[in-house]
């Protein structure tokens, strides 16, 4: 891995835990400076730099269950690095009204089935069924 002066790294000391530090040197040996002040090098191939880190500061050990938040390319980093998650949009809570619906050759107001206020889909549903059982409109 290749890290340029200034960037951040996240490093697994071992017995000292995972902490993330600003290279001061880079090269083949790495100078980093800990959020805590300590400093150390590290071989620009060491297996104890786990990745390039987040801006965001932090003078605590690192618990390996957060790990992936201090990482660049998580998807918990993505708010700190101010890009974008895409987030699928639910139907949930709009409800559905019997404006938004119509059937073909019925007689009766479709309102008079549903009644004015919103249902969910799954109630909405119900009444429906309720509806064709009561009338005997089943084929």
Do not use: H, Q
């Amino acid at each position: 891995m290749k890290f340029k002066k200034g960037s951040r790294i996240v490093v697994d000391l071992k017995k000292d835990g995972i902490w993330i530090g600003t290279v001061k040197a880079a090269g083949k040996n790495i100078k980093v400076r800990f959020d805590d002040g300590d400093e150390m090098s590290f071989t620009a191939n060491d297996k104890a730099i786990l990745g390039e880190g987040i801006k965001k500061k932090n003078k605590k050990e690192i618990a390996k269950k957060d790990l992936k938040k201090w990482l660049v390319g998580s998807k918990k980093d993505k708010k700190e690095t101010g890009k974008k998650e895409d987030k699928k949009k639910s139907g949930r809570g709009k409800g559905l009204t019997a404006k938004n619906i119509s059937f073909k050759g019925c007689d009766t107001p479709i309102e008079e089935v549903m009644g004015k206020k919103k249902l969910a889909s799954g109630e909405m549903v119900k009444k429906i069924w309720d509806y064709v059982k009561a009338n005997d409109l089943r084929e």
